[in-house]
């Protein structure tokens, strides 16, 4: 790192640029946005989790006053909307016209001239329902005589999405026939929701005379939504624009395109004019995508040495009423099949089959790329429920299996390749700061007075940065990132990018990649994003794919401009561009460090009368696009120390050691806030979070009063460990990190608690581990919520 006083020219602690405009309230969010004559919408949903619709009638909506237009499922049929396409190459309804398949799915939309005449007039819609039973158990959706949910699929006549499988089943079977020990856990990971603090919500306004739309959306991948409304609206893709304003968070809910998008762009071509739609809290938990929700019968087999040598899981996939499921195409359990974790395994095999069910749809990748979390939590709980089938230390025994750094880069037995890393090291030195043995000796301790104290080790390999585009799409999108850098003739610089920050701070580090390239000072640098007249294509941030394509597309074309720059000098200088050094902000001649020219210098000869070599057409500015060869493979250990109060079944969790590896960090000081919010997010699904449903199909986590978010006072003060292992594929060594604690920590909480009721031989419970599952758990009593 280099720093002119305090501040960092490249990689290192910076304070983000963009929190002055937030801390002063001049954030700019899709609801900030008012346009004159603008209207507002809001959606009718169904009250049912599955019903015929008999009739809608709009005719007393129609009459209010203030609405100004009332959209049904068949005034979209009538322009052939009624039903748009999912990321997953199913459809969905956008509003319902034949059967309503979850409570909460859209069925009417209202547009007036201010958001109460729009949510009044709701009321006035009138529907008759005839019910039908609903299928709300993923384990009963394939039953026979199970009530067919998507019966406007010709010819359909259950419930099965699809199956998938990897890894080698009869490898497996022959290293389970042969293995000393065999463990078995059925676990669920149950449905949760990103809960972003911002809701989802757009203004669409189409322009009558210009042709053009203009769509301020909540969405976390501008680019993939604009040519997505291209094709299923057949509107021009350069007629349309969507402009991603600030977001406050996504986390995978903002992936998607979501029926009241749809609806606000037709309001708008209906009306003539703008019109917003912003949904509230319980429309979001109700409606908008979920995560997770597997159901995973695990098994572990193993010598008596203790020697994990294989691993296989059945999942049944609960994909709600439509498979609207955020993923690569090729993959339709997502990157679920790095289930082997970080372990050196002899043989794998995993099995996804997907079900409908009355559920909201699209199981999104809520901060993990591609259900990566469902993974990791299985195999580090089987490790657990292995240790204590063997009576080994947790961290000893994944002390004994853990990669070692001389097998990377290392192909796992389901087909990837893990591209670096020391994971002994990130292990011993958690334990280090953990304090390990001396907790052990505590919990002994404690267990003599009746105490429950436990001690949970999670170790995690995550799997981020989607493409390559051959391998990985979204809709017959590839993952490849665009990016556009243009110095100007005073050296300030505008770099333009396809990804869209959601509260990261790209705007700072992707400024600190370009600084670090080019020795600009990154308050010098502009970064652009999030508004696709203005920036390249590419396939939007999720499943911490920023750093690993677009940040490498930005370190690549500062390169080129770098080199640009060369041509220049050599020209100011008259040597040739071979005798030329490049030190951070200036290239100078090769033994002769006084002659040499800055950024700024060659950037304002670069715009002057100067005469440039042949080829150099002037200016300074690059493009290019980052198609990335492999994913990279952040990792990190984590140890959570908790106390169960056995009256109770109230979880404190006392202490959290989290050791991140992501590669080279380009700012420190955001790594460890992405970190923290990341360990806060997997304590609020170990401990308090599910949308769960009740036997009629029912939402029960629709607000935040059932739907709780971690606060300050549940969390403890995380305790931070590194170790960096660059990524050898990365222009600057980085790996994703947005995610990882996300992904590593439910499974260290859950372990933690767990050991700590070991002495009652509770073996296993499922999240989240709410007092009354935990005071449940320790009278021996199963509890699913
Ligand atoms: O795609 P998303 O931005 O959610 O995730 P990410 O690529 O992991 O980046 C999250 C934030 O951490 C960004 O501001 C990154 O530039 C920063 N980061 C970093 O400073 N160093 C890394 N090795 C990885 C991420």
Not at 234 to 256: Q, T
Not at 554 to 577: G, I, T
Request: a negative charge; hydrophobic letters at 40%; proline letters at 6%.
């Amino acid at each position: 790192m280099t720093t002119t006083g305090e501040r960092p020219v490249g990689f290192g602690r910076m304070t983000r640029k963009e929190d002055a405009r937030f801390v002063r309230g001049h954030g700019t969010y899709v609801d900030d946005v008012r346009l004159p004559g603008m209207l507002y919408g809001a959606v009718l949903r169904s009250p049912l989790a599955h019903a015929r619709i008999v009739s809608v009638d709009t005719s007393a909506a129609e009459a209010h006053p203030k609405v100004r237009a009332v959209i049904t499922g068949e005034t979209l049929a009538g322009l052939g909307l009624a039903w748009m396409p999912t990321l997953s190459y199913d459809t969905q309804a956008v509003l319902a016209t034949d059967k309503v398949r979850f409570q909460g799915q859209e069925v009417a939309f209202v547009v007036a001239e201010d958001r109460y005449a729009a949510r009044d007039a709701l009321e006035l819609i009138d529907v008759e329902y005839d019910p039908l039973p609903p299928v709300v158990d993923a384990r009963r959706a394939l039953d026979p005589g199970a009530p067919v949910i998507r019966d406007d699929k010709e010819g359909r006549t259950d419930n099965h999405v699809f199956d998938w499988e990897a890894g080698d089943r009869a490898a497996t079977d022959e290293v389970f026939a042969r293995a000393d020990v065999v463990v078995g856990q059925d676990m669920l990971y149950p449905r949760v929701h990103p809960a972003p603090l911002e809701t989802c919500g757009t203004v669409a306004d189409m322009d009558a005379v210009t042709g053009k739309l203009t769509v301020w959306s909540t969405t976390q991948a501008p680019h993939a939504h604009r040519t997505l409304y291209a094709m299923v609206a057949g509107l021009p893709e350069h007629k349309i624009r969507v402009i991603s304003p600030d977001i406050g968070g996504g986390f995978g809910n903002k992936v998607g395109i979501y029926p009241g998008y749809v609806c606000a762009v037709v309001g708008s071509i209906v009306t003539g004019k703008p019109v917003k739609w912003v949904e509230d809290r319980s429309e979001n938990l109700m409606s908008t995508s979920f995560a997770r929700d597997y159901h995973m019968p695990g098994e572990m087999a193993a010598s008596r040495d203790g020697r994990i040598l294989g691993v296989r899981v059945k999942v049944l996939a609960d994909h709600g009423a439509f498979n609207s499921t955020a993923q690569p195409t090729k993959y339709p359990a997502g990157f679920f099949h790095i289930f082997t974790g970080s372990y050196d395994i002899e043989a794998a095999h995993c099995e996804v089959t997907g079900v409908y069910t009355n559920k909201a749809p699209g199981g999104v990748a809520y901060a993990c790329s591609f259900r990566v979390t469902e993974a990791v939590y299985l195999v580090e709980r089987m490790v657990d429920v292995l240790a204590a089938e063997l009576g080994t230390d947790p961290a000893e025994l994944r002390m004994r299996n853990l990669l070692r750094p001389e097998q990377f880069p290392y192909r796992n037995k389901t087909g990837w390749e893990y591209d670096s890393g020391d994971y002994p090291r990130a292990l011993r030195l958690a334990m280090d700061l953990a304090h390990y043995e001396e907790l052990r000796r505590e919990q002994a301790e404690r267990r003599e007075r009746g105490e429950l104290m436990g001690i949970g080790v999670s170790f995690f390999t995550e799997a981020v940065g989607a493409g390559p585009r051959k391998h990985m799409d979204i809709l017959g999108l590839g993952m490849a990132d665009g990016a556009e850098l243009r110095v100007h003739p005073t050296g300030k610089a505008v770099l333009r990018i396809s990804v869209q920050t959601q509260g990261q701070g790209h705007e700072t580090t992707f400024a600190q990649i370009v600084a670090e390239e080019l020795g600009i000072p990154p308050e010098d640098i502009d970064v652009v994003h999030g508004d696709t007249d203005q920036t390249p294509f590419g396939l939007g941030t999720y499943g911490s794919r920023s750093t690993p394509v677009s940040g490498a597309a930005a370190a690549l074309v500062a390169r080129k401009v770098r080199e640009r720059a060369r041509l220049v000098a050599s020209a100011m200088l008259e040597v040739s561009p071979d005798d030329l050094e490049w030190e951070k902000g200036r290239w100078f001649v090769t033994g002769d460090p006084d002659q040499g020219r800055t950024m700024a210098e060659i950037a304002l000869a670069a715009h002057s009368t100067l005469e440039l070599p042949e080829g150099v057409e002037g200016h300074l500015d690059a493009s290019c696009v980052y198609n990335p060869p492999n994913l990279t493979f952040p990792f990190g250990a984590y140890i959570c120390v908790a106390d169960v109060d056995a009256g109770t079944g109230q979880v404190k969790v006392r202490r959290f050691v989290a050791v991140d590896d992501c590669g080279t960090r380009i700012n420190p000081m955001i790594v460890e806030g992405q970190v923290h919010g990341g360990l806060a997010d997997g304590l609020g699904m170990a401990l308090m979070q599910v949308i769960a449903f009740d036997e009629d199909g029912n939402c029960l986590g629709g607000s935040f009063m059932d739907y709780l978010l971690p606060t300050a006072v549940e969390c403890p003060s995380w305790e931070l460990g590194e170790t960096v292992t660059p990524s050898p594929h990365h222009p600057i060594g980085a790996k994703g990190v947005g995610e990882s604690a996300t992904v590593g920590s439910p499974a260290a909480v859950v372990n933690a608690v767990v050991d700590a009721l070991r002495p009652l031989g509770v073996r296993h419970v499922d999240m989240p581990l709410t007092p009354a599952a935990v005071w449940r758990a320790a009278r021996g009593q199963p509890f699913r919520s």
